[in-house]
């Protein structure tokens, strides 16, 4: 269970694709222009990426995902068979490539590849606290925790990558998307409730640090 961006200006690639990933479990966002699927990188646990794209090519946007978000697979898609093409996406940062034309089913295939390889996660552990991604509920002490929709998305997304710092530009992208309000001072009335719930002093935190004038990290140990 994952969430899938496909970034590909061919609506009948987008279709099928959506419709194969969707029916192994996913959830999918699909764009047809580069530039507009830059923000949308920040909520993908993988990208499938076309090589000729309009408002940035894939290279390019490839290149970007490797930069901003290092952990994020990319499988990249190409008509071009040339040995130097595909070692230009690869050296781009691409994980992986399918040649066009393909089989839907290779393409399902190579992504379940590349998230076992980075290892997506059911749960989440951190002490006493217990995150269910695949339930979306999340336990203290064994005890349940009510949280509102956006403050378990915010302490998963934290609880995920322990001891990346997040900004709250960042954060908000994830959180709430392309379309974030422009206000970052929501985030911090969110973590200020999630460490109210979790009994988290942010002056010595068990779980949600402040890193001054950067963001926010879920704590290493």
Known sequence: MATVLIVDDDPAILEILTAYLRAEGHTVEAEDDGLAALPRLARADVAIIDWMLPG????????????????????????????????????????????????PREVVARVRALLRRVGVREQVQAGPLVL??????????????????????????????????????????????PDYPGVTRVVDVH??????????DADAPSFIETVRGLGYRFRED
């Open 191 to 200: 973590i200020t409730a999630i460490r109210r719930k979790l009994g988290d």
């Open 132 to 177: 269910d991604l695949q339930g979306r509920s999340a336990t203290l002490h064994g005890q349940p925790i009510a949280l509102s929709r956006t403050e378990y998305d915010l302490l998963a997304t934290l609880a995920q990558h322990p001891g990346l710092i997040w900004s709250r530009e960042r954060l908000m992208e994830r959180v709430w998307g």
């Open 56 to 103: 940035m090519t894939g290279v390019e946007l490839t290149s970007h995902a490797r930069r901003e978000y290092p952990q994020l697979p990319v499988l990249l898609l190409t008509a071009k068979g040339e040995v130097e093409d595909r070692l230009e996406g690869l050296n781009a940062g691409a994980d992986d490539y399918v040649v066009k034309p393909f089989s």
